[in-house]
């Protein structure tokens, strides 16, 4: 089972941009899933994180920008983000943690800029 990530792509700063990460087949028992993005020349930084319930937590560079989603019957979690800045230009990979062991996507490039 993969997790793919889409959405990604060029967008102007305040723009907005939906990202989508699905697993090609079945997950059983998923706790979290969630985003991280790694800038060019940065390490990788969690964005956001929402559990089976609906919680969820926010970086704080992204709070009140960006709103995290999830399909629990398809296994399948969002990332929406709103007035995008340049410094928000990243690969963003989501993930999906179960008891035993945690799956990763592979990155979408986010790119802000006029």
């Known amino acids: 089972v993969q997790l793919q990530a889409s959405g990604g792509g060029l967008v102007q700063p305040g723009g907005s941009l939906r990202l989508s990460c699905a697993a090609s087949?079945?997950?059983?028992?998923?706790?979290?899933m969630g985003w991280y993005r790694q800038a060019p020349g940065k390490h990788r930084e969690p964005v956001a994180t929402i559990t089976s319930g609906g919680s969820t937590n926010y970086a704080d560079s992204v709070k009140a920008r960006f709103t995290i989603s999830r399909d629990n019957t398809k296994n399948t979690v969002f990332l929406q983000m709103n007035s995008l800045k340049p410094e928000d230009t990243a690969v963003y990979s989501c993930?999906?943690?179960?008891?035993?062991?945690?799956?990763w996507g592979q990155g979408t490039l986010v790119t802000v800029s006029s």
């Open positions: 087949g079945t997950i059983f028992g998923v706790n979290a």
């Open positions: 993930y999906a943690v179960t008891r035993t062991r945690t799956y």
